[in-house]
């Protein structure tokens, strides 16, 4: 897991400014701790950050071919490097490490820009080929490892994080306010759009090629499984399947030359991995957890149960609200963005125990997508059962006469019945989008400034389209729009939250393949009455404490409605009402003054959307306003 920038010159007569591509990489310290390089050719430069895991001596970058015809900066792992490795030698390239980057470089003099069709892992890179002038960028299929890029009217900018683009010196940090009404309503921003004006993310499954003659280029290389496999196989057949390609992932992903081990939550997901990576390795497995200082929210005593039972070395921490509040700003720095969920801190928190131990851990990232384990699909898949009938027999009038009585419930009552089948439509939009959503479109149109942004653009248009692919029925659908936009944001924070610990997370639930392969198992393996991820939890049946396998899912919780509604009201006062945060003219003043006190009183619960606010206007004061995280204002909490 490294770091990785690079500019590259649109005029060829221009050499890259050394002392620029230098500020760009050293930004990106935390992601590669063990070593640093830089390469300049005319106009174009490579950059490098270093966090030594596979062939730590070697593996050096930028890195060469034979006759250094290309140059190559990567991030990430290729977990079959080994088994490409015999068929490239045999073609007469010539080792110079044991480094999967070096198996990208003569994969790519074999095979062009399709070399990434052959890589099984995790990966962003940047290539460029002095041959044919062209750049080469690519990201891995599932978009666990980020690569964001600005094309100006003189250069190609690009990196693994957004603050070395801004470390360039030609972007002003300004907001994209386009993108609002999204990260409002879903707290993410899923297409190729980011917070920063003219800056874009490289989407998953994707390959960027630059060249003078034919300019930008993007590519779609994989795309998921549009198909549901429908056949006589019963779900302990199914579950055999997933176990034996499961367990082959995980062995895989334990490819390591250091110390690695496993962040715990006490869910079904990381269990499953401990379960089987104990079955895997010689020696005890490492074990890392997190928890709050609140009695409703720590989840530790589930982690040190599943530690025991498969004999782990276990370590864990326990994290104040103070402590919560204190990290943020640095966090949101490292995000680049503002932090949509608040479980992204406790990753970093756990992600500093680690490192204390191990360079690299897997996690269960993913598995909620695959196996619909997210309380959000059993209830669309009940709204969607009991509704039928009455959305087929009951007039538009009544209806709405509903909808109406519905609205004017006691918050208490309401908060159910408004995302039950009486409040909404038969379909996708209102049925899981504008049910789940934030900032609905109808408090948006209260809060909004401008309301035309809107219009402009639907918030939901990215997850829509990915719905609309395909076969299945709603669950399936759910699913696979989930994997492509919801789930693309979590391994954001994943990774960044990690890398700012200077941490390689791994996600084997997330291997290409077996991602395939349970794409294509129907929703009804997956989700059965009330019980969530039914065919994975058949899989891992034996290495997963009864206990575990039965108890509901909690994943993380952070009471930070409360903490705003009490203790840390000052944030609130500073961060959301104050004049500075209110002039940046993007909310209605008074809208978000009686949101926020309605909070306050209990009248409503709008915990969630202050969090949001919060880290907007962080986010205002530490890149767009220039303050320094360690004294941004509005941190008495």
Known sequence: MCGIVGIVNLNPRETVDEARLKRMRDVLRHRGPDGEGLWVDGPV????????????????????????SVWIVYNGEVYNHAALRPGLEARGHRYQTRSDTETVLHLYEEEGERCVERLRGMFAFALWDRREGRLLLARDRLGIKPLYYAATEHELLFASEIKPLLAAGRIRPALNDAILPEFLATRFVSGEETFFRGVQKLL????????????????????????????????????????????????????????????????????????????????????????????DANELAYARL???????????????????????????????????????LLLNFVSRLAREHVK????????????????????????????????????DAVRGTMR????????????????????????????????????????????????????????????????????GGTLERMGRADLQTYLVELLMKQDQMSMAASVESRVPFLDHEFVEHVATIPARFKLRGWTTKAVLREAVRDVVPRTILTRRKM?????????????????VEELVLSPRALNRGLFEPSAIRRLAEDHRAGVERHGDRLWLLVNLELWHRIFVDGEDTDTVTGLGA
């Open 45 to 68: 430069g490579l950059g490098h950050r270093r966090l030594a895991i596979v062939d730590v001596a070697g593996g050096g970058q930028p890195m060469a071919n034979e006759d250094e």
């Open 204 to 295: 998953p499954g994707r390959t960027l090629s630059w060249s003078l003659s034919t300019g930008l280029r993007t590519r779609r290389y994989w795309r998921l499984p549009m198909v549901v496999v429908e056949d006589s196989r019963t779900l302990e057949e199914r579950a055999q399947e997933v176990r034996a390609r499961l367990e082959a992932v995980v062995e895989s992903h334990l490819m390591s030359d250091v110390p690695l081990g496993l962040f715990l939550s006490g869910g079904l997901d990381s269990s499953a991995l401990a379960g089987l990576m104990t079955r895997i390795t010689r020696d005890p497995i490492h074990t890392f957890a997190v928890g709050l200082d609140e009695p």
């Open 306 to 344: 599943v530690a025991r039972s498969v004999g782990a070395r276990h370590q864990d921490v326990t994290v104040t609200r103070q402590e919560f509040f204190n990290a943020l700003p640095s966090l949101i720095w490292h995000e680049d963005e503002p932090i949509a969920f608040p479980s992204s």
């Open 360 to 395: 690299v851990v897997l996690t269960g990232e993913g598995a909620d997508e695959l196996f619909l384990g997210y309380p959000w699909y059993w209830r669309t898949a009940w709204n969607e059962r009991l509704g039928k009938a009455y959305w087929a027999l009951t007039p």
């Open 404 to 471: 109406g009585l519905i609205s004017r419930l006691p918050w208490s009552l309401r908060r159910y019945a408004g995302r039950s089948f009486l409040a909404l439509e038969r379909n996708p939009r209102t049925l899981f989008c504008e049910a789940f959503a934030t900032f609905p479109e109808v408090v948006q149109r209260c809060v909004l400034a401008d309301t035309g942004l809107l219009s402009r653009r639907d918030p939901y248009a990215d997850w829509l389209r990915a719905h609309a692919e395909g076969e």
């Open 555 to 571: 994943g993380f919780p952070v009471p930070v409605g409360r903490w705003l509604r009490g203790p840390s009201w000052p944030l």
